[in-house]
């Protein structure tokens, strides 16, 4: 009995109809929808705790703002003006202090400026009669708006105060035009210009003394994420560059996009401009009370996303289609290694020295990095064959030796390895030979297509020095990042002199790990540091123009 129940069913099952699966499909997806939001929010929390903080903080706002329609002898004295302190409490609030001051105080300047400006005008047309009162009315709006919204265009007045000129001309109108035909203007400009106040008084109250949130914060967490994302990114290409292991999966666009130098470096200029503009509108709330250097941050922000630019190079050799065989790369892997860690660790170092607030170690640029670059140098030199070419056009046979001396199987390389490719014009005229005949006459589309590109790579590798030049393209970038590294090390101090930072603390541990001294370095630079007094010095700039 049970058997046949189990194959009524499965036959029921089988003579569902495309429309009854589909309509089963949708109600397993309304019963996972409960769980997949509560997942999404659980994850949107756990992310930054301090959105249900700000979250609790609005709500809060919202409750106080509602009291004043609530409460009835409080209503009585406001009115109907009472719905603008809850506007000013949704629209002005943000997560950051710093945007909170300055909706807030664009807000108050504006309403403030448009309300006399619009009792001046009303005096005026008082002075006329009815028809000329309409006629001044009319020209000063026309006239007022259009200044105002040509203002807006003006750089500094739209990155600084755009808010402030808006609630100006908004304001504006409504007092002027309403004057017409309300003769208690000024009694409900005053009521509206109260309750304003009172709604940006709680708005400053809680995002300033209940749990506030600073942007100067955020933008000083952010560049030392960024440091540590770039010296992550730097040390796994080099890793990746002279890993051993065959990839197994491709890695699509999407997952490129995902790396971390990508979404904290790459992209983060307009994110550091807004929290460095938010951050200038902040008092002074640590201590000592010195002045927050957002100028400054902006500044080693830019000078890490040229930094970033040499590590997407890096990247890119990766992915290009010629590739150096892997033990070709095994010659340079050490020294290369060597020198990528080294300036990983000078970025770390950075990013420490940031985040604790003091001077980085007079030693960031140690002899370490100077001895990977020598040995880098060392080794190149060491490969004359491969780097300078032979006496006659024939190409080097380096890569032959190298992949028969490791035994290399194909098709463990990504790319197109040219120890693989025939690299002498002799490869041509043997696959015209092999092309000619019965092909020649079915010529087709598809067939040029293939064409073209097997050309292109059969030229490109008959060049005389197509062999060096995947690798030189790898060692040239990791030499210009150890370049851009002095560049980084420049602005880190330079944001240390500015922010007042403490000085750096080498703390001496005895034998018996008890006692402890501490020894402060005073940093004084009176030159540039250079790390690159070695044949390997380029002289281009290090930077192009953002």
Not at 299 to 315: C, D, E, N, Q, S
Not at 335 to 345: N, R
Not at 430 to 454: F, I, V
């Amino acid at each position: 009995m049970g058997i046949a129940i189990m194959t009524g069913t499965g036959v029921s099952d089988m003579k569902r109809t495309p429309e009854e699966n589909k309509k089963k499909t949708q109600m397993e997806k309304l019963k996972e929808l409960p769980s997949l939001v509560w997942r999404r929010i659980w994850e949107v929390g756990r992310q930054d705790p301090r959105r249900m903080i700000h979250s609790v903080k609005v709500g809060l706002s919202l409750t106080l703002v509602s009291l004043l329609y609530l409460l009835q002898p409080v209503f009585n004295g406001i009115g109907q003006n009472a719905i603008w302190a809850l506007m000013t409490v949704v629209v002005v609030l943000e997560f950051t202090a710093g945007a909170t001051l300055c909706k807030g105080l664009n807000r108050g300047l504006g309403t403030m400026l448009a309300g006399s400006l619009a009792f001046f005008i009303e005096f005026i047309a008082n002075r006329s009669g009815q028809v000329f009162r309409a006629i001044f009315i009319g020209v000063a709006v026309f006239l007022i708006g259009t200044a105002t919204t040509y203002i807006r265009f003006i750089p500094y007045i739209k990155k600084n105060y755009d808010y402030g000129v808006v609630i100006f001309l908004l304001t504006f109108n409504l007092i002027t035009v309403s004057s017409y035909r309300i003769e208690n203007v000024l009694k409900i400009a005053h009521e509206r210009f109260y309750t304003i106040a009172i709604g940006c008084g709680i708005c400053l109250f809680m995002s300033l003394l209940v749990f506030p949130i600073w942007a100067g914060e955020d933008l000083h967490n952010s560049t030392v994420s960024k440091l540590e994302g770039l010296a992550k990114s730097i040390q796994a290409c080099v890793n990746e560059y002279f890993d051993d292991e065959p990839e197994e999966t491709e890695v699509t666009d999407e997952k490129s996009s995902e790396d971390p130098i990508y979404n904290a470096v790459m992209d983060s200029k307009y994110a550091d401009e807004t929290l460095a503009l938010y951050a200038s509108w902040e008092p002074r709330h640590s201590w000592p009370c010195y002045k927050f250097p957002w100028q400054q941050y902006v500044k080693l922000g830019g000078v890490l996303r040229h930094f970033g630019y040499t590590i997407v190079a890096l990247h890119g050799c990766l992915r290009t289609e010629i590739q150096t065989p892997k033990s070709v790369r095994a010659m340079f892997k050490d020294p290369c290694t060597q020198l990528a860690g080294e300036v990983s660790k000078g970025l770390m170092d950075l990013a420490n020295s940031i985040r604790h607030r003091r001077h980085c170690s007079p030693e960031i640029l140690s002899d370490h990095l100077h001895q990977a670059l020598q040995d880098l140098d060392t080794a190149l030199k060491s490969q004359p064959k491969l780097f300078l070419g032979s006496n006659n056009n024939n190409t080097a046979n380096l890569y032959t030796l190298a992949a028969a001396a490791a035994g290399q199987k194909p098709g463990r390389e990504c790319g197109v390895s040219l120890s693989r490719v025939k690299t002498d014009t002799s490869a041509l005229l043997e696959w015209k030979s092999k092309r000619g005949g019965d092909q020649q006459q079915c010529y087709s589309k598809e067939a040029g297509k293939m064409l073209r590109p097997t050309l292109s790579k059969m030229a490109i590798t008959s060049l005389e020095f197509a062999e060096a030049l995947p690798f030189a393209a790898f060692a040239s970038m990791l030499v210009e990042a150890v370049a851009r590294l002095d560049l980084v090390i420049e602005e880190v101090e330079e944001l240390g002199r500015i922010a007042h930072f403490k000085e750096f603390i080498v703390e001496e541990v005895d034998g018996r790990g008890h006692d402890k001294q501490d020894v402060v370095i005073s940093m004084t630079c009176n030159e540039r540091p250079s790390c690159l007094q070695n044949p390997l010095q380029n002289h281009l700039p290090s930077h192009g123009p953002d």
